[in-house]
């Protein structure tokens, strides 16, 4: 059965404390992978979009990387305002999609 | 560019009844994606459309159905409702089938 599985649950940094959150995946075709951001309240913010192994893309402070099995999330010097709950998700070549529970980042002034 | 907005943003039901949530995609967007989250959960994948017909299914019962309309609009509607449908409801529009634009979703209380 695909899914998706992320690491820490919560992880609280002080500012300027590089971390990495992690995205494990089973999934029968992946067609593509996903980080997202949520705010309390809000729906998900779009991020980054990975489709093979190898695979990084970056945005200001966060950088996404993809192997065969996982995916990171790595946030270099955050800042209060990347406090948010981060999400990985897989589509398969069914065109199904599978969310993880999320990484809720809090970052310490 | 008019993002994707989702109606309405809070409703209160009763057990058994039946509910119609509505999305409008973003300008462009030719594909719609439902999602249901529960609190402290990530969104689990109801159903995608893509002009105007289903192309992905989660686990979810036949009681959830959806439309996507010509305009590329669209409805959830649940049927008999359950207390465990209770959720934030989360609709997403994408071109060419790729989800990237979320919006600020439905909450969903059955009571």
């Known amino acids: 059965e695909d899914q998706v599985t992320q690491s820490p649950e919560a992880l609280r940094l002080q500012e300027g404390e590089s971390s990495s959150l992690n995205c494990s995946y089973t999934v029968s075709g992946l067609r593509g992978l996903f980080w997202y951001r949520q705010d309390p309240g809000k729906g998900p913010e779009f991020l980054f979009t990975l489709y093979s192994a190898g695979e990084e893309k970056e945005k200001e402070r966060l950088k996404a990387t993809l192997t065969k099995k996982e995916s990171f999330l790595h946030i270099t010097a955050p800042k209060p305002e990347d406090s948010a709950t981060y999400l990985c998700a897989v589509q398969n070549t069914g065109n199904q999609f599978y969310f993880g529970t999320g990484t809720s980042l809090t970052v310490i002034p | 560019e008019t993002g994707v907005t989702q109606s309405p943003t809070h409703l209160i039901k009763t057990r058994g009844q039946q509910v119609t949530l509505r999305c409008s995609s973003q300008?462009?967007?030719?594909?719609v994606s439902w999602y249901q989250q529960a609190l402290g959960q990530g969104p689990q994948f109801i159903f995608q459309?893509?002009?105007?017909?289903?192309?992905g299914r989660g686990n979810f019962p036949p009681r959830f159905s959806g439309l996507q309309f010509p305009n590329y609009s669209s409805e959830l509607n649940v049927n008999a409702l359950e207390l465990d449908d209770s959720a934030l409801y989360l609709c997403?529009?994408?071109?060419?089938?790729?989800?990237?634009?979320f919006g600020n979703g439905t909450r969903l209380t059955v009571t």
């Open positions: 300008s462009g967007h030719n594909t």
């Open positions: 459309y893509y002009r105007e017909e289903e192309n």
């Open positions: 997403a529009s994408s071109l060419d089938r790729a989800p990237l634009h």
